[in-house]
């Protein structure tokens, strides 16, 4: 059996990382996988660099490809479905964005290609290629306690996962705090930095932090919106980041619950 440890750069991967690295989670994994969408903000990839420095063992990082470019990319039907005809040229939906129809009704996130395609399928693709005769994997994924109902079976035969954070009840804050207590700087939020599942609070600290990123995410939601207005007209709705259906840049991020205003959070980001 080989370990492998799905990096996904955060703080539960990258503190679940370190603690084997340290022996306090064992055995010692044979190497850790990387998905990258090509979408995560600047400060991912240089925690990323700083990671590999201090494990033992290889990470690789694989890719599909850039899931920005990709979800703007003009196609052509290949057959005739409920959306259009044979040849007719539409955008496909990677990333869940939410609708709004022409009667005023918002709809729930729409597609939700980007973990399957842009994550999972990657790493399972580097595993096989690891794979010697009928060698079985066991899969770390750093999902921590506070978040156990995303915990999923594996839907291969050769691979089995393992969630060690929640074998050792580690929340999320318990990742924070054995980081500090063993000296490590504390790891950046990773996900793309236009994830329509980030929460106001997330939004908001994109915004102030990494200006030059919500600037980017301002664009790509407009240009989603005018390629998927142009191209896919039988969804027969306005597509956005942002789960009021309101542009991106119009949107008053500041402290809603200071308003007295309740923040939705979401729990459905990348598994």
Not at 99 to 120: F, M, P, Q, V, W
Request: hydrophobic fraction near 35%; proline fraction near 5%.
């Amino acid at each position: 059996m080989k370990h492998v440890i799905s990096l996904g750069a955060g703080v539960q991967s990258s503190a679940m990382a370190l603690m084997a690295a340290q022996g306090e989670i064992t055995p010692m994994p044979d190497f850790a996988i990387f998905a990258d969408t090509q979408a995560e903000p600047k400060g991912v990839y240089d925690w990323l660099d700083w990671l590999e420095q201090e494990l033992p063992f290889p990470v690789y990082r694989v890719t599909k490809g850039n899931l920005t470019e990709e979800s703007l990319r003009i196609r052509a039907r290949q057959k005739d479905g409920k959306w259009g005809k044979e040849g007719e040229s539409y955008v496909k939906a990677l990333i869940p964005m939410f609708g709004r129809k022409s009667n005023g009704e918002l709809t729930a996130a729409l597609g939700r290609r980007c973990t399957e395609d842009y994550k999972i399928l990657p790493l399972r693709k580097k595993m096989k290629e690891k794979k010697q005769g009928d060698e079985i994997f066991c899969q770390w994924i750093g999902i921590s306690y506070d978040e156990i109902q995303r915990m999923k079976q594996s839907r291969v035969d050769w691979v089995e996962h393992r969630f060690p954070l929640i074998e050792l009840e580690m929340h999320r804050h318990h990742c924070l705090e054995w980081m500090k207590a063993n000296g490590y700087p504390e790891p950046p939020r990773s996900a793309c930095y236009y994830c329509p599942f980030h929460s106001d609070e997330e939004w908001r600290n994109l915004r102030n932090n990494q200006p030059e990123f919500f600037k980017k995410a301002i664009e790509f939601d407009r240009e989603l919106r005018v390629a998927h207005t142009k191209y896919n007209r039988g969804q027969q709705m306005e597509v956005y980041l942002h789960r009021s259906c309101v542009p991106l840049g119009e949107i008053d991020f500041d402290n809603d619950e200071d308003k007295g205003q309740l923040t939705w959070d979401f729990k459905a980001e990348c598994e």
